[in-house]
């Protein structure tokens, strides 16, 4: 029997992705553009990133060492009042804190290619910060991200990411705490645990596998190289990972963006993030960090969400099972 064209549901979100495997043969006329080249310097002084550079808002970043933290000189939350609500267009205040993230001095060095030692400090770094953002009154989420590639919006090639702590639950998370609490309520089990025991089973859309975490291409997954990173037991957020979870999700993570940067030959633009717990009761939520990736078909053919996908529902050709057996297939040095 041949595949043809199905609807699978993505169980975090509720949203639905129409899958037409017979369309990869089509033949393509679309965009395609040179990719940009990897940055080679260790040290940019134009980059307003870099070790002991001045920044667009006048402050110098100091002649950091390692991972090097500050507050956004031009974060999406600022203080004021929100214009009013009325009973039609609704508003709400939206306040909270934006940080940026650089993983290391070394500008064009990116997880990939970075030590692991390296990779451990930024995640124990994403700990640190979730833990004390917490702390903080009224702060109702954590979300840290990365955007890597001009694709994606990165303004800056120096590996870097951002957290966002908010004072309400952002959209997705919330859709996925509502998603998993159903499944717990019912179930007893945490819904992601139940979803990673089924990819293990079945095998097929699994690309890595830690000693403590797993990155899998989900069979919900939207965007042709989508994946999902699970830890192997219940954890809700980024500060109650051990040393050795911690460890694990640095080596998955380096050993994932490897195989990304190996897939095109050319390194693997993305957005990608965690979400964790929100404050308050999170009942069956499971830490994890979604990678959301917009290449298609090489370097340069990357996909876009237009036509049916805005009007209607999004839907991909490659599968996500043939998209993780060619991520299988790739070397991670
Ligand atoms: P993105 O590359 O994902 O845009 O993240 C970089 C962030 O760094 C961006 O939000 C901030 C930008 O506002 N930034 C500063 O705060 N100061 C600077 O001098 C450069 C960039
Ligand atoms: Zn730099």
């Not at 859309?205 to 830690?210: A, C, F, K, P």
């Not at 109650?240 to 095109?264: G, I, M, N, Q, S």
């Not at 237009?306 to 790739?330: C, I, K, S, Y």
Request: negative net charge; hydrophobic residues 45%; charged residues 20%.
């Amino acid at each position: 029997m041949t595949l043809g064209s199905h609807r699978r549901r993505n169980l975090l979100t509720g949203a639905w992705v129409l899958v037409s495997p017979h369309r990869m043969a089509r033949p393509w006329l679309g965009e395609s553009t040179p990719p940009a080249a990897a940055p080679a310097l260790a040290h940019d002084p134009a980059c307003t990133l870099c070790a002991g550079v001045t920044r667009a808002s006048g402050i110098a970043n100091p002649a950091y060492d390692g991972v090097y933290v500050f507050d956004n000189d031009f974060p999406a939350l600022s203080p004021g009042d929100a214009p009013g609500s009325d009973d039609l267009f609704e508003t709400a205040p939206a306040n909270g804190v934006c940080r940026v993230i650089c993983y290391g001095p070394d500008h064009g060095r990116h997880l990939a290619r970075m030590p692991h030692a390296d990779i451990e400090a930024v995640v124990a770094c994403w700990a640190t910060e979730t833990r004390a953002l917490f702390a903080r009154p009224g702060i109702a989420a954590v979300t840290i991200f990365e955007n890597r590639g001009a694709m994606m919006g990165a303004s800056n090639p120096h590996p870097h990411g951002q957290i966002w702590a908010t004072d309400w639950v952002p959209d997705e998370l919330a859709k996925e705490c509502a998603a998993q609490r159903a499944h717990a309520d019912c179930t007893g089990r945490p819904l992601l645990l139940d979803v990673l025991a089924r990819e293990r089973a079945e095998g097929a859309r699994l690309v890595v596998e830690g000693a403590h975490f797993t990155a899998l291409v989900p069979f919900w997954a939207t965007w042709p190289f989508e994946t999902l990173i699970l830890p192997h037991r219940a954890v809700a957020r980024l500060d109650a990972l051990d040393a050795a979870e911690r460890a694990d999700l640095a080596d998955v993570l380096r050993r994932l963006v490897a195989r990304y940067d190996a897939l095109f030959a050319a390194p693997f633009p993305y957005s990608f993030g965690f979400h964790q717990a929100p404050a308050g009761a999170a009942e069956g939520f499971v830490l994890h960090a979604h990678v959301y990736p917009p290449l298609l078909r090489s370097a340069s053919v990357r996909k876009h969400m237009v036509g049916f996908e805005m009007l209607g529902e999004p839907q991909r050709d490659l599968t996500p099972e043939a998209a993780a057996a060619r991520l299988r297939d790739l070397p991670e040095a």
